[in-house]
């Protein structure tokens, strides 16, 4: 973590111990912090990407089965901007269905496009009626806590407080009341925790247990880890900020950290939320 964010956590420290919650507590969570690269159409960061636009896949890639969200530019993206093994180069292409049935395994995808490849303009709008945004996506390099206070205990008995930190729900409450004063929501986020309109447990680990279910359904590819701890947030969107009709809609793109380092992108799996 950069010197510089984690001190940039001073108001949610103050808030916490105002709360009565032990320092030691405090200083652990605060431990937790990642960086994060939060996407917004306004403000004066560079501009990173963009929602919409022509769709350039390579002529050997498939058409896409969902509508195209945004494409990024990671030669843009400082390497510090999230702690992620992205590529340093080349565009990420997130895509995303918003849709109210339920099947996990269908709600979207990513593709790398490398720096140079050979690319021809694709239909990217898909078959949903959702008006997407469009436009430049500019970067502000944030810090992310947990936003999910509870973690599923073993042999169905219930859920309980994040291992190692028993006061985390306090220090989830105080986050929230801190964070739009540390870390203001954005349309797009790479990296760091997920987050949705109504966290329990971590929505990266809702995901993973949509990923083993699909496996063992036959519809999605193995291998996966059921351990959450293999995995990470790629991208969240909260759709819900620019899609007029959707909102409280969050995408959530995650992957086994394995498969990001070996540049798998097509093992990303896509979970959607919404509370209308």
Same mark, same amino acid.
């Given at each position: 973590m950069i010197r510089e964010l984690r001190d940039r956590l001073g108001p949610?420290?103050?808030?916490?111990?105002?709360?009565?919650? !032990?320092? $030691?507590?405090?200083?652990?969570?605060?431990?937790?912090?990642?960086?994060?690269?939060?996407?917004?159409?306004?403000? $004066?960061?560079?501009?990173?990407?963009?929602?919409?636009?022509?769709?350039?896949?390579?002529? $050997?890639?498939?058409? !896409?089965?969902? !509508?195209?969200?945004?494409?990024?530019?990671?030669?843009?993206?400082?390497?510090?901007?999230? $702690?992620?093994?992205?590529?340093?180069?080349?565009?990420?292409?997130?895509?995303?269905?918003?849709?109210?049935?339920?099947?996990?395994?269908?709600?979207?995808?990513?593709?790398?496009?490398?720096?140079?490849?050979?690319?021809?303009e694709r239909d990217g709008r898909g078959t949903g009626d959702a008006e997407y945004p469009r436009g430049p996506l500019r970067l502000r390099i944030d810090v992310s806590l947990p936003y999910h206070e509870a973690v599923a205990l073993p042999d169905d008995q219930g859920h309980g407080p994040l291992p190692g930190h028993p006061r985390s729900e306090d220090l989830v409450e105080a986050w929230n009341s801190t964070h739009d004063d540390i870390a203001p929501w954005g349309s797009l986020q790479l990296g760091g925790y997920s987050a949705e309109e109504a966290v329990f447990t971590d929505p990266v680990a809702d995901a993973v247990s949509d990923a083993v279910r699909s496996v063992r359904e036959d519809r999605w590819t193995g291998p996966v880890s059921a351990d959450p701890a293999d995995w990470v947030l790629l991208a969240d969107w909260d759709a819900g900020m620019d899609v007029t009709g959707w909102e409280g809609a969050v995408v959530h793109w995650v992957v086994q950290r394995d498969d990001l380092v070996a540049r798998r992108f097509d093992r990303v799996f896509t979970t959607f939320f919404w509370n209308p």
């Open positions: 949610f420290r103050d808030e916490a111990l105002a709360r009565g919650i !032990p320092a $030691d507590d405090v200083e652990r969570w605060s431990a937790l912090a990642r960086p994060c690269a939060t996407l917004t159409a306004h403000g $004066d960061g560079p501009v990173v990407g963009r929602f919409g636009g022509p769709l350039l896949l390579p002529a $050997d890639a498939p058409d !896409p089965a969902h !509508p195209f969200v945004a494409s990024l530019d990671l030669a843009a993206l400082p390497a510090d901007a999230t $702690d992620l093994p992205l590529p340093p180069d080349g565009h990420l292409l997130l895509f995303a269905e918003l849709e109210h049935e339920y099947d996990p395994a269908e709600r979207g995808g990513v593709v790398h496009v490398p720096a140079g490849a050979a690319v021809a």
